[in-house]
C-alpha cells in the first residue's frame, strides 16, 4: 500500500475554510496520537477514529486520518468533549487524546485572554503537547467494520431510506422525518 500525503496544516485550513484554535487543537491532537500509534492516513478502514463532538477540529482529524462517515471508520458520540480515540488496526493500539485537565490553568497563569482567539491560536501553536492535551493508550476492543445496509422506499415520501432507520407508520414503511410529521400532524 502507498504511503498517503500528509496533508499540511495549510491545506487543511483551506479544506476547513478558515484558521481557528479549534482546527489547530485538532490538528495538534491527532498528528500526537497518529504517532503513538504508528498510523499513516487510512485509506480504507485501517485507522478509525471516535470523536466526541462536532467541532472545528474534527476537520483536522479527518484530513490527517482519514477517517470519515463515509467510510464508516469515523464514529461520533456527542458528548460535547475535545477527546479523539485512535485505533489502528495494524497493530492493534489505540490512543485516547483529550484536552489538558490544566489548561485554562495554564492559559491563565500566562495572562491569556479567553476570549482572544489569535492569542489562543499563537499559543496553541508553540505549547509543548503536555500542555495542551493528555495522551494515553488505551485498550479498546477493535471497533466493527463498516456495515452496508438494504435500502427501503418510504411509503409517505418516496425517497430510498436504510433499512436500519426505517420506521412502519399505519402499516406502510416510513423514513423518519415522514414518521414523526405522523406525530405532530
Given at each position: 500500500?502507498?504511503?498517503?500525503?500528509?496533508?499540511?496544516?495549510?491545506?487543511?485550513?483551506?479544506?476547513?475554510?478558515?484558521?481557528?484554535?479549534?482546527?489547530?487543537?485538532?490538528?495538534?491532537?491527532?498528528?500526537?496520537?497518529?504517532?503513538?500509534?504508528?498510523?499513516?492516513?487510512?485509506?480504507?478502514?485501517?485507522?478509525?477514529?471516535?470523536?466526541?463532538?462536532?467541532?472545528?477540529?474534527?476537520?483536522?482529524?479527518?484530513?490527517?486520518?482519514?477517517?470519515?462517515?463515509?467510510?464508516?471508520?469515523?464514529?461520533?458520540?456527542?458528548?460535547?468533549?475535545?477527546?479523539?480515540?485512535?485505533?489502528?488496526?495494524?497493530?492493534?493500539?489505540?490512543?485516547?487524546?483529550?484536552t489538558s485537565k490544566n489548561q485554562d490553568e495554564k492559559r491563565k497563569s500566562l495572562g491569556l485572554d479567553p476570549n482572544d482567539r489569535q492569542a489562543f491560536a499563537n499559543w496553541l501553536r508553540s505549547a509543548p503537547d503536555d500542555e495542551i492535551m493528555e495522551i494515553k493508550g488505551i485498550p479498546l476492543p477493535e471497533p466493527d467494520f463498516a456495515r452496508i445496509h438494504n435500502s427501503v422506499t418510504c411509503g409517505f415520501c418516496g425517497e430510498l431510506v436504510m433499512e436500519t432507520r426505517a420506521r412502519v407508520r399505519n402499516g406502510k414503511i416510513s423514513c423518519i422525518p415522514c414518521s414523526e410529521a405522523s406525530m405532530t400532524a
Open positions: 500500500m502507498k504511503k498517503q500525503h500528509e496533508m499540511t496544516y495549510d491545506e487543511i485550513v483551506a479544506f476547513h475554510g478558515h484558521d481557528c484554535p479549534g482546527l489547530l487543537l485538532g490538528y495538534r491532537m491527532t498528528r500526537a496520537a497518529m504517532s503513538l500509534i504508528a498510523g499513516d492516513r487510512s485509506e480504507d478502514e485501517e485507522i478509525v477514529a471516535i470523536v466526541e463532538n462536532d467541532a472545528c477540529g474534527v476537520d483536522a482529524l479527518q484530513c490527517l486520518t482519514g477517517c470519515t462517515f463515509g467510510k464508516g471508520n469515523l464514529i461520533f458520540r456527542d458528548y460535547g468533549k475535545h477527546v479523539y480515540t485512535i485505533f489502528n488496526r495494524t497493530n492493534r493500539k489505540a490512543v485516547r487524546v483529550s
